[in-house]
């Protein structure tokens, strides 16, 4: 039997959760791929630690080399995070001609057309099923289950710390502050939160899949990103009285020619799917020509979903090696249009949206905007008028309430220009609210 | 670039959809596979009809030799239906050296085992992802991306008509038979809906699975199957005031070296994902031990979802084709504990109760069962008792109302003894409904 050889570097969350497995389930994975992964070394830049799967000193790597020079190690596995060190990493295993496993998210979508057009020069694997959602095999399900399929809308959930917060928002009517420092409390969010909260995540999350899905390169910074810092819960439960949930939504589509990629807090319809993926999980709704709408959900982090991401990767490409297969048409990176992307401009964006106007509470004012609503040729909706008192305002103290517009399909151009010109003109007394809504209307 | 040759025996639904998309895909499916995947030739007992996607002339195959005998058919995919006459078809490519995908549940369920063994023995590839749950790439996920994983459970709802029709009993309080011919009218039920009614679609479907998930052959006649035909709205609605949602639930789970497998109406918790998973469409939960819990949701039947199943198939045996891939360690069949799995016999089955009896409203009745129940250590999680009258029974005309008991986890063969003994005892005046409950208590 062919024995695969195997190198960790990093061994953190995920990297210990890789190890545990490949130990504990050698026989499982022996009989069920016929090849024998054998885990040669593993290097971390600090052993002076101690570690959840603690490891047997020779398996314990001292410096790089240990692994990167090692002739009989097949697949480097790149688990530290940050993008410069495993960039420099990853690219010298390829040159050394070793196949590469990795679940580094930030580094695929910033550095990723480097990595992936090397890879391809020279016939080498990167796997990064773990990257994208955890334990769910979502890029698996992109590649080969729903290879047939012109891939119309892909949007899912795909930050579990941000879907944990707007859950424990919508359900316990807490503010996001005492929520975020629950979830730190409790480790579904990390100490330094930022990534995660303003959408960071979530976006090198939905660029692979894009990428993944319309074959091409995308420029990261070309990305729409807003984080849920701002969302409050005056909001969310004004949108839940209309039908919706809100929800941290990252959304790839492909429109005349271009792709529309953006990371938002999003209404979706509370009946949609994606609405009812609570807490820490995550989702990733694809639609297909073919297939039509599907759905795929799970953990998307932790230490063994990540881990049982990451080996199946090692599994198939070890498979690959044993089977002496040849590196003419294995398709290795995301790049099967062979061309760059083209990413549609923020205000070419064409959804719909939720404004909430924070205005005085007198007669003429939903005449006002309305009228503006017409001007720029956006169709209302529905209109929610609330009592609520939020504050007063002007010389004669009239009460402040929210008046909430949802509409129909309408331009962000539109949009915004409206917003501007009600602002303008001072019908409001405070910074509208936008949040976009996922609800295609036929 | 390698050109693949494919044949099609039989073209209804599926033979269709998989035509139409090889044929209007093509360039996609180059780009995306870096082969060339041609239809060769399309054999069906009757060409004197006319198809959703007609053919041209050269396109087709007047016997079923033209496919079998032709050396440069690379591929054959089986699309009929039934057992027969599709297992002699595809025995026979095997033998000739020819891969096989087929989308047929019901040959792979009750002869796979001979199907799989001779396909190893001959190094023949056979895909079957289409078989289970139409476009949703179950097969793939359990296969290779869950591969790290040791499976606790895989269940879900795998028949579109079924869940149609309980979906609609649920939410507009018809019953079984006005649903039913609703169904027909709208094609969402065949004319002759007997597998799917009675539970054998599914059954066909979770006993491919289970073989998959624990790597070996299931004898389909051992596995429980219970259909939706006596399902009734009152049980429906009186689950539903206890919190649970009835579904044709298709279960696999493994225990004592023992898998338990089976189909059957079944409650499950309101808020549990499935439970909301409405009209046609499937899902698959599966729990691996690293993983978690995963969902896979989407289209289970329908020409072009099936289809798109269908060609990942051809392409991936399409793909190694190509490389040139050695036939030693490609696993091609389900078999990779090598042996036949146990099924745990219905006695022995482990799971919650819903139990609705039919008695006399008169006093002592609830304590006459309570202790019967004791005497099965039988212990009792809720009780409805209804004022709903059903009718009126004895001499004296009592009222004759319902009485649901949840039970604790409870073995079957202690149930049926308890509903038996109350049953003699004659405590109550109708048989007795049983509706099994998947809630895993901890
Ligand atoms: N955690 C998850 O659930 C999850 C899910 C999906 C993807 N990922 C991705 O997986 C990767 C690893 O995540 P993680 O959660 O396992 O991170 P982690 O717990 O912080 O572990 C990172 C490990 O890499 C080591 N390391 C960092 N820089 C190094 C360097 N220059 N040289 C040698 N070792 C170095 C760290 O050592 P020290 O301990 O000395 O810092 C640590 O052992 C990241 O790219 C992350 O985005 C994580
Ligand atoms: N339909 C779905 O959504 C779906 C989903 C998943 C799996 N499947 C499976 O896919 C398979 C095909 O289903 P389907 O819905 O496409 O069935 P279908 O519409 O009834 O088509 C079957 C085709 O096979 C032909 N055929 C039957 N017996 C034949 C024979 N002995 N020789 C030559 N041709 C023969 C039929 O010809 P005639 O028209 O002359 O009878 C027809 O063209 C079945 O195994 C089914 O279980 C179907």
């Not at 593993?42 to 959840?52: A, D, M």
């Not at 090692?314 to 995301?334: F, W, Y």
């Not at 924070?358 to 007669?363: E, F, K, L």
Request: proline share 3%; charged share 25%; glycine share 8%.
């Amino acid at each position: 039997m062919k024995q695969i050889n195997v190198g960790i570097v990093g061994y953190g969350v995920v990297g210990n959760g890789v190890a545990r497995i490949l130990e504990e389930k050698k026989e499982l994975l022996i009989k069920k791929s016929g090849i024998q992964i054998n885990l040669k070394k593993v290097f971390t830049r600090n052993w002076n630690k101690s570690f959840p799967y603690p490891l047997p000193e020779e398996k314990k790597a001292y410096s790089l080399e240990e692994i990167t020079e090692d002739k009989d190690i097949d697949i480097v596995v790149e688990l530290t995070g940050g993008i410069e060190f495993p960039y420099n990493l990853i690219t010298e295993c390829i040159k050394k001609g070793k196949h590469v496993v990795t679940a580094n998210k930030a580094l695929l979508a910033e550095k990723g057309k480097d990595v992936f057009l090397l890879a391809e020069e020279k016939g080498i694997r990167i796997g990064f099923e773990a990257a994208v959602a955890g334990g769910i095999p979502i890029i698996r399900a992109l590649r080969e289950g729903l290879v047939a399929n012109s891939i119309e809308r892909i949007y899912g959930i795909l930050n579990g710390t941000t879907n944990y917060i707007l859950t424990k928002m919508l359900k316990e009517k807490k503010d996001f502050n005492s929520v975020l420092k629950e979830a730190q409390e409790l480790g579904y969010a990390e100490a330094d939160p930022t990534l995660d909260i303003n959408g960071t995540d979530a976006a090198h999350k939905i660029a692979i899949l894009a990428s993944l899905s319309y074959g091409g390169f995308i420029d990261f910074s070309g990305i729409y990103v807003e984080g849920i810092e701002k969302v409050n819960n005056l909001d969310i439960s004004l949108g839940r009285e209309l039908g919706y949930t809100l929800k941290l939504l990252a959304i790839a589509k492909s429109h005349n020619g271009e792709i529309e990629v953006r990371v938002h807090p999003t209404f979706l319809p509370s009946e949609h799917p994606l609405a009812k993926v609570d807490g820490v999980y995550n989702a990733v709704m694809v639609e297909g020509d073919s297939v039509g709408e599907t759905m795929f959900y799970g953990k998307g982090a932790g230490s063994l979903p990540t881990a049982s991401s990451v080996i199946s990767d090692i599994v198939d490409i070890g498979k690959s090696i044993a089977l002496g297969v040849g590196r003419e048409i294995e398709v290795t990176s995301m790049n099967w249009e062979h061309k760059d992307l083209s990413l549609t401009k923020v205000s070419d964006f064409y959804t719909r949206y939720y404004l909430r106007f924070t205005v005085p509470d007198v007669t003429g004012v939903l005449a006002r905007v309305a009228a503006v609503f017409a001007k720029y040729s956006i169709s209302i909706a529905a209109v929610i008028q609330k009592e609520k008192v939020l504050s007063f305002t002007g010389e004669k103290k009239e009460k402040v309430v929210p008046l909430v517009i949802l509409t129909h399909t309408a331009s962000e151009n539109n949009i915004q220009k409206a917003i501007k010109e009600i602002e303008q003109e001072k019908i409001t007394v405070e910074k509208t609210v936008l949040i976009r809504v996922e609800d295609e209307e036929i």
